[in-house]
């Protein structure tokens, strides 16, 4: 590696699967239009649930994406990463030649993995016997099972990882893929998917007490509202390939759609303390990471638990960032409801859009903000104007914070 | 300049190992751990085998609202963080919390809650419709098992980088690389990391009889787990977890500080080729010992002891002893290599971890543990694996690998600090 070699991050690729939109275009499309991807769950029937609502991905039929042997040994969140994959590597364009194998890694995360599969296979063993258990449910169900997937696939041999943080691992992946291009392997695949709407993985969501117990999918999550009651749960993600700035220029990628400039990761301090929590201090270390100034951030993507008290603790950390309305902030999963790992890479991916196209997605069905609160919701319709800079946050139950910074690569300089 | 990083404490529980001293013991004098498995009746099951530990966590000092909230994994990581925090004499009250990480290993982390939530919440499996009337509160806790590394963190008030790195079986080498690279470069002074996994549950018994890794040979148990000899027929199944205080190296010594040895290499690659399938050659693990060896800056001959994944299925004892002469050399044939799966089982993405413990403390004695049941070696697997009985031996640099489904391979090098020159 040159001493003097252009280790910046960019992404050269993105592949995005979403409730409200399958791959990025329809994604954005929906959007910028509003339309969301929330509806009373259809895998089976919701109606002894005190939660209904979710946002399930439609018209996704795995055979035509992926090969029939791939079928029978996949949960349908590793089915969507694959996808996922497959589509932030056709958009790259990377050369077979472009890399030795060692050259290319992947960094996934993952919250709950392949839990529908391994739902079922649980049936098999405890109804008909140890002996009707899949041969691929060692390794359907474990958290690895994406990276593992995607590097076989691709023939990925060089660094690679699996990274559990709940809703904030999938910036987790993104900041130790950048990590691992720092570090000497200059392309890695990252990102997050998840997907646990079986009704065993349902259950288990409901126990989490976060969840919206509203029947109508306009107004069932509504970050930072004066009527949030909680989160809908959804499904998908997003996979970005990551390249060294120096190892993109010298393929000629046709298309760098930003820089992921900083990163940071911190944990709450336990229940009861008297510290502050820890969201406020990840922002400013990725923006300290970056080189970027408050003032310099055009747009903050909010973790938008939609749970009141998690809310507000977010609007405070944002103000105390970026003063009382200092930035205007958003949350486009609103129209996707939470998706766990996926979120993330999913905001990341709406950041890079924003950038593209100088304009600011709105905050879904969010109306009326508290006066308190102090932010500057995006709401009802997309804000135009340049956009070169952006801060994505996601905060994991129990504790975790983590922030990116994503910024834009002027043409000349890429 | 570069900023290095060492070993401080260590708290362990394995099979027949509570706690550092009965580990140690245990592991030198070649006995095994491995007995017909207890935790449920495994007559329906292929294998009826595994390596439990004896853990009463009423006596390890878990809050009875401890032990109703964690996952029996989750209760063996907080215990030895705990100890490896106590064993380090880090004063972490005077330490600013935003310089202390977490890094915790597990490869199926909260199975033994899930199968149990599950059997009540399905009516032991004839709902597929489940009654959330019934609901553990902390079910969300297994479905996502980032509340491990929560927990840790809780236990130090950590505010630093906390995650869950779950690699499948390197889970264990894999976290406490992340823990090197984030305090090498400055994202933490100190890291508790380390890995946990409890996995003898019958749905992970059932995936692994499946593909037949595990061993068939239930009539004998206590010489089940036979790393590289002729007659081995798969490996067993373990549970058990080890935790790192991971510090600094000027910061440990300016408070000197007990080291038990220098981590100052590592790496891992992937074989990309199949999710439980080695390929003969052993290249993937190969290049992973030799990136780590450079990151080390030390030839191949530097290696005292290989601390070898050693699982005891036909393929990975064949495909570990392809890596070792493939990146080695003419070395392969000298350098002493054991697995203490032959005593502990394989615990999955735990045994990194708790492997990383036996090659720091095989630095801090002298001594090289051995490969229990070892008695007819594979005509394929050639090299000097330790048969039996614990050899002494001045060790300064030790090589530990790790091999896993989703075709992880791992290395890390450990030498012993008191070569280490500023």
């Known amino acids: ?414 | 300049m570069t900023r290095r990083v060492v070993i401080t404490g260590i708290g362990v529980r394995t099979p027949g190992g509570n706690g550092v001293k009965a580990f140690w013991e245990l592991l030198t004098s070649g006995r095994t751990a491995t007995r017909r498995i207890s935790l449920f009746d495994p007559s329906p099951y292929r294998s009826q085998v595994a390596a439990e530990a004896d853990f009463d966590p009423v006596h390890e000092g878990l809050s009875p609202r401890e032990i109703r909230r964690m996952d029996r994994a989750t209760q063996f990581a907080v215990v030895c963080a705990r100890d490896a925090i106590r064993d380090s004499g880090l004063e972490f009250e005077e330490f600013d919390p935003a310089r202390v990480g977490v890094s915790l290993g597990s490869a199926v982390a909260a199975a033994t809650s899930l199968e149990q939530e599950y059997l009540v919440l399905s009516d032991g499996g004839r709902e597929w419709l489940m009654d959330h009337g019934s609901l553990s509160p902390h079910m969300f806790d297994y479905l996502v098992p980032s509340v491990m590394p929560a927990e840790v963190a809780w236990t130090v008030a950590a505010e630093g980088p906390v995650t869950m790195v779950s690699n499948g079986c390197t889970s264990g080498i894999d976290s406490v690389g992340h823990a090197v690279q984030l305090v090498r470069e400055g994202s933490a002074d100190v890291m508790l990391a380390g890995a946990s996994d409890t996995p003898i549950t019958p749905i992970v018994v059932a995936c692994f009889d499946a593909i037949k890794a595990t061993t068939s040979r239930n009539d004998d148990p206590e010489h089940a787990s036979r790393p590289f000899d002729k007659s081995r027929n798969g490996f067993v199944l373990a549970e058990g977890a080890a935790m790192f205080v991971l510090e600094e190296y000027e910061h440990a010594r300016r408070r000197g500080a007990h080291v038990y040895a220098e981590i100052s290499g590592y790496a891992t690659r992937c074989n990309a080729y199949h999710m439980t399938g080695l390929k003969t050659d052993g290249r993937e693990m190969a290049e992973a010992i030799r990136t780590a060896l450079d990151e080390a800056r030390i030839d191949g001959t530097a290696i005292d002891y290989i601390n070898a994944h050693g699982s005891g299925t036909k393929q990975n004892d064949r495909h570990e002893t392809a890596a070792y002469k493939r990146s080695l050399g003419e070395h392969a044939r000298r350098a002493p290599i054991s697995s203490i799966k032959s005593m502990v089982g394989h615990s999955l993405g735990a045994i990194g971890s708790i492997e990383i413990a036996a090659s720091a403390l095989a630095i801090e004695n002298g001594v090289i543990p051995p490969t229990a049941n070892l008695h007819e070696r594979d005509p394929e697997c050639d090299l000097d694996y330790v048969p039996l009985t614990a050899r002494e031996q001045r060790l300064g640099t030790v090589l530990t690998v790790g091999s896993g489904f989703g075709g992880f391979q791992s290395a890390m090098i450990l030498r012993d600090v008191a070569s280490v020159t500023t």
């Open chain 1, 1 to 414: 590696m040159n001493e003097t070699a252009d280790m910046r991050t960019y992404v050269t690729g993105i592949g995005l699967l979403a409730p409200n939109g399958l791959g990025l275009e329809r994604y954005w499309e929906a959007t910028l239009e509003g339309r969301t991807g929330i509806d009373t769950l259809s895998r089976f029937d919701v109606s002894r649930y005190p939660v209904r609502l979710a946002g399930e991905i439609d018209g996704f039929d795995a055979a035509e994406h992926l090969p029939s042997r791939l079928l029978p040994q996949t949960d349908v969140s590793t089915r969507y990463a694959l996808v996922a994959a497959d589509w932030a590597l056709a958009d790259a364009k990377i050369d077979q030649d472009a890399y030795t194998d060692y050259e290319m890694g992947v960094v996934t995360s993952n919250a709950s993995g392949g839990f529908e599969f391994t739902h079922r296979e649980f049936d098999k063993l405890w109804t008909k016997g140890p002996e009707t258990v899949s041969v691929y449910e060692s390794f359907a169900w474990f958290y690895a099972v994406n990276t593992g997937q995607i590097s076989i696939r691709h023939k990925l041999r060089g660094p690679s990882s699996a990274l559990v943080a709940e809703q904030a691992g999938g910036l987790d992946a993104i900041g130790h893929a950048r990590r691992t291009i720092k570090r000497g392997t200059p392309m890695v695949v990252t990102g997050g998917v998840d997907s646990a709407l079986d009704p065993w993985g349902w259950v288990s969501q409901i126990s989490s007490g976060r969840l919206s117990t509203a029947t109508d999918p306009h107004r069932a999550y509504l970050p930072f509202d004066t009527h949030a009651r909680g989160y809908v749960p959804g499904e998908g993600g997003a996979m970005l390939v990551l390249e060294a700035a120096h190892a993109a220029r010298a393929r000629t990628a046709p298309r760098i759609h930003g820089e992921i400039a900083g990163y940071a990761t911190t944990f709450d301090p336990p229940a009861g303390s008297t510290r502050p929590p820890g969201l406020r201090r990840a922002a400013e270390l990725a923006l300290a990471d970056a080189g970027v100034r408050p003032a310099d951030v055009d747009v903050v993507f909010a973790d938008a638990c939609g749970v009141p008290e998690l809310d507000r603790a977010e609007a405070q950390a944002i103000s105390a960032v970026f003063g009382e309305r200092g930035v205007p902030v958003t949350a486009p999963k609103a129209l996707t409801g939470r998706l766990y790992s996926g979120g993330g890479p999913v905001d990341v991916a709406t950041a890079l859009l924003s950038i593209r196209d100088g304009v600011i997605p709105p905050t879904g069905g969010t109306t009326e903000v508290p006066e308190d609160y102090g932010i500057d919701l995006v709401r009802a319709v997309p804000r135009s104007g340049p956009v070169s800079t952006a801060l994505v946050l996601a905060r994991g139950r129990w504790g975790f914070n983590a922030a990116v910074v994503v910024r834009a690569v002027p043409e000349e300089t890429a």
